[in-house]
């Protein structure tokens, strides 16, 4: 049986309506899945930032504390050999000679000196570089520099912050070798609150550098 003019035309209108249909519907599953493809990489990007950052963070508290056992590694064996001297001269009944060992070592027997700390918040990194640079400037003069943090935000100029007031002039020197090393201005911050905080020890120092 054969169809009319108009019936074939209004089959292939309706077939037509169909395939857009099934085409847009297409479209908007793949623009859905796009979508939702681009969040998830977004969320997993957050994720791994994140988990980046904790671990430089653990890295950096690390090699403070093995910084720490070293220090006290050595304090030890300093004050060990004084005792093991002071010892040996009591063990041969001199007396004398034993209290001015002592005497002659008082203040080697004391508390070690502490070495100034500096952590550096660096806020990208392409300023790794620069913190590579400064560090090594900083250990030649004895300073003690963890690995850095990357930070997100932070002051708009570069910044060297401290935490005791007794720190201040430590606080500005050390500004005067940042300024050496990046060519620019430093800021110096002092920070209350933290006099008596055992979570900072003195002679600790955070730098903040600019974006």
Not at 53 to 62: C, H, P, Q
């Amino acid at each position: 049986m054969s169809s009319s003019p108009e019936f074939s035309a209004a089959v292939l209108a309706r077939t037509s309506r169909q395939a857009t249909l099934i085409t847009v519907a297409g479209i908007a599953i793949v623009v859905a899945t796009f979508a939702f493809s681009t969040y998830r990489l977004y969320s997993l990007e957050k994720e791994v930032n994140a988990t980046k950052k904790e671990v430089r963070e653990l890295l950096a508290t690390r090699q403070s504390l093995q910084q720490d056992v070293e220090v006290q590694r050595s304090e030890y064996k300093r004050q060990q050999a004084i005792l093991d001297r002071v010892s040996l001269q009591l063990g041969k009944g001199d007396a004398v000679a034993a209290t001015k060992t002592l005497e002659s070592h008082a203040e080697a027997l004391g508390p070690a000196p502490i070495s100034p700390r500096v952590y550096v918040q660096v806020r990208s990194d392409a300023q790794m570089a620069l913190y590579g640079k400064l560090a090594d400037t900083l250990r030649t003069r004895q300073y003690e520099v963890p690995p850095p943090e990357l930070v997100a935000k932070g002051p708009n100029s570069t910044e060297v912050r401290y935490f005791r007031a007794t720190d201040a002039k430590l606080a500005r020197d050390l500004a005067a070798n940042v300024e050496t090393v990046i060519a620019g201005t430093v800021r110096v911050q002092y920070i209350a609150g933290y006099e008596h905080s055992p979570l900072v020890k003195p002679h600790q120092f955070e730098i903040w550098f600019a974006p």
